[in-house]
């Protein structure tokens, strides 16, 4: 199985909801991340996870709030979040930090109204 | 932050033409990658070339580096309307292990 998934595929949220974003692998990756993608745009690295710990965080707003339950589970949780914020959010995998090649799920497009 | 600069920004062919994509990065490399993504899906790894390698061939895809130029290109023989999507490089820092994109080509083939 070399395949990322996320849930849910598409996300529409308010400024004052409370939602989460989720990522699994079953590839016994232990580095994840989470990347944000503007349209047009390349995709920003927000998060890493190496071996279920909080690696990098690249000044990432405090609204954003990720969350690595085991190996393979990435979570990320969205509070009070701005229309700036709409873009596609990509979770990777790696087979560990020091192994660049990455693999990407399919994204989830949230649209913050 | 983004590490370089990739170009042309849009290419548009006929089917059958080969697709010519530039790639300038800033940092010494560990390596390489190139990385296609179709429209709002996720990035799918087409090819990795390390920093001590000069070209690299992978079906019809062609990829080479000049660390010296701190450059590389990717070529993609006889494109097929399958092949429209947008590319990103994406350098693997000698100091550092996240991955950093280009800006990225979107290419357009026609049938």
């Known amino acids: 199985d070399t395949e990322v998934t996320q849930t849910p595929k598409h996300l529409v949220m308010g400024m004052t909801n409370k939602k989460s974003l989720k990522c699994e692998q079953h590839?016994?990756?232990?580095?994840m991340y989470w990347y944000k993608q503007k349209a047009k745009k390349p995709p920003e690295l927000m998060f890493v996870y190496s071996y279920e710990k909080l690696s990098i965080n690249e000044s990432v707003p405090s609204r954003f709030s990720p969350e690595c339950p085991n190996s393979s589970l990435l979570n990320l949780h969205l509070h009070a979040l701005q229309p700036e914020d709409s873009a596609l959010y990509l979770c990777?995998?790696?087979?560990?930090?020091?192994?660049?090649?990455?693999?990407f799920g399919p994204g989830t497009r949230l649209t913050v109204t | 932050s983004q590490q370089g600069e990739e170009d042309p920004q849009a290419l548009s062919i006929q089917e059958g033409e080969n697709a010519t994509m530039n790639c300038s990065y800033k940092?010494?490399?560990?390596?390489l990658q190139w990385y296609r993504q179709n429209s709002g899906r996720g990035l799918v790894h087409l090819i990795l070339i390390r920093s001590n390698e000069r070209e690299k061939h992978s079906g019809r895809l062609r990829v080479t580096l000049d660390t010296s130029k701190k450059s590389s290109s990717l070529l993609i023989t006889a494109s097929r309307a399958a092949d429209t999507a947008s590319y990103f490089c994406a350098t693997d820092e000698a100091y550092g292990r996240q991955l950093t994109f280009g800006s990225g080509t979107q290419l357009t083939v026609l049938p």
């Open positions: 940092t010494s490399i560990n390596n």
């Open positions: 590839m016994g990756h232990r580095a």
């Open positions: 990777a995998s790696s087979q560990d930090k020091t192994q660049s090649r990455q693999y």
